[in-house]
């Protein structure tokens, strides 16, 4: 009996150890399959390589989604940073370049309504009666300033200095005017003037034509003004400077004997031009400028 229990017990063993499946047992039944059915090796290694081809390409695309997804999302992220960045930028420079146009419009307007208002205005109590004759005036202020001295008025000395002299001072030319009661040719007058550092009146506006007019030391006489005819070049100058006159207060039948004599121009009785033959004998006007 024990032996019989024991060579049972032996049989039993080998079964389960020939029944118990092991790597050893598998890989040997896998051989034998492919033995007995004769499986061609060729088969065998395409499989395989199919097989790696396959588990490689999964692989692949597993770590390909997992690392273009973020990617992706980084690319738009960017895209539109840029995008935001770009109009920040457009907005900026829109506002700044409207601010800037709108302060220039505002500035060009206010100087505009500056120009205007000096332009238009008109002086009360004044011989001036418009900016360009206010900007003349300043500019004859100026050349006063060089050459008359005051503590308190810069135009007094001149017009003592007028006064003191016989002359009678007009702030619109800066000039002092002299008149001389003594009857001489027009070319005569034309010396004694420069002999005393002075020329025969010019006349460039009404308003010094008015206050000649009215500082006239005899109002029944002629005087000899500085314009003359120059035939060679057909027009009427100033002795000054000899600049063809803008300005002329001329009586309705003048000039009437120019074009057969030398003349020169008086001022007569009524305050209006005439021309006379220069050898006529006429009291005389001089200006000095200051």
């Known amino acids: 009996m024990p032996r019989r229990h024991g060579t049972h017990h032996f049989e039993q063993e080998d079964s389960e150890t020939v029944n118990k499946p092991n790597e050893s047992n598998q890989f040997?039944?896998?051989?034998?399959?492919?033995?007995?059915?004769?499986?061609?090796?060729?088969?065998?290694?395409?499989?395989?390589?199919?097989?790696?081809?396959?588990?490689?390409?999964?692989?692949?695309?597993?770590?390909?989604?997992?690392?273009?997804?973020?990617?992706?999302?980084?690319?738009?992220?960017?895209?539109?940073?840029?995008?935001?960045?770009?109009?920040?930028?457009?907005?900026?420079?829109?506002?700044?370049?409207?601010?800037?146009s709108n302060n220039l419009y505002s500035a060009s307007q206010e100087l505009q309504s500056l120009y205007d208002t000096l332009k238009n205005h008109t002086f009360p109590n004044s011989d001036i009666d418009s900016f360009d004759e206010y900007l003349s005036h300043i500019r004859h202020v100026g050349e006063v300033l060089e050459r008359c001295q005051s503590t308190e008025n810069e135009l007094v000395e001149c017009k003592s200095t007028c006064h003191n002299t016989g002359g009678k001072y007009f702030n619109l030319t800066n000039s002092c005017y002299y008149f001389y009661e003594e009857n001489v040719s027009w070319t005569t007058a034309k010396?004694?003037?420069?002999?005393?550092?002075?020329?025969?009146?010019?006349?460039?506006?009404?308003?010094?034509?008015?206050?000649?007019?009215?500082?006239?030391?005899?109002?029944?006489?002629?005087?000899?003004?500085?314009?003359?005819?120059?035939?060679?070049?057909?027009?009427?100058?100033?002795?000054?400077?000899?600049?063809?006159?803008?300005?002329?207060?001329?009586?309705?039948?003048?000039?009437?004997?120019?074009?057969?004599?030398?003349?020169?121009?008086?001022?007569?009785?009524?305050?209006?031009?005439?021309?006379?033959?220069?050898?006529?004998?006429?009291?005389?006007?001089?200006?000095k400028k200051l």
């Open 191 to 287: 010396q004694k003037c420069l002999n005393q550092n002075s020329n025969l009146t010019s006349i460039h506006s009404q308003k010094e034509d008015d206050f000649i007019s009215t500082i006239k030391s005899k109002q029944n006489v002629d005087w000899w003004i500085g314009l003359y005819f120059d035939n060679s070049e057909n027009k009427w100058k100033w002795i000054d400077d000899g600049v063809e006159t803008k300005f002329t207060n001329w009586h309705t039948s003048e000039p009437d004997v120019y074009r057969n004599h030398e003349v020169g121009v008086v001022i007569s009785t009524d305050d209006k031009w005439y021309d006379v033959p220069q050898n006529s004998y006429k009291y005389y006007l001089c200006k």
């Open 28 to 100: 040997i039944r896998f051989k034998t399959y492919f033995i007995r059915k004769k499986v061609n090796p060729l088969y065998a290694l395409i499989a395989g390589i199919l097989l790696g081809i396959i588990i490689t390409l999964c692989l692949s695309g597993i770590v390909g989604f997992f690392h273009y997804t973020p990617t992706e999302k980084t690319s738009e992220s960017l895209i539109k940073e840029k995008d935001y960045a770009i109009k920040n930028v457009t907005d900026l420079m829109d506002g700044r370049v409207e601010t800037l």
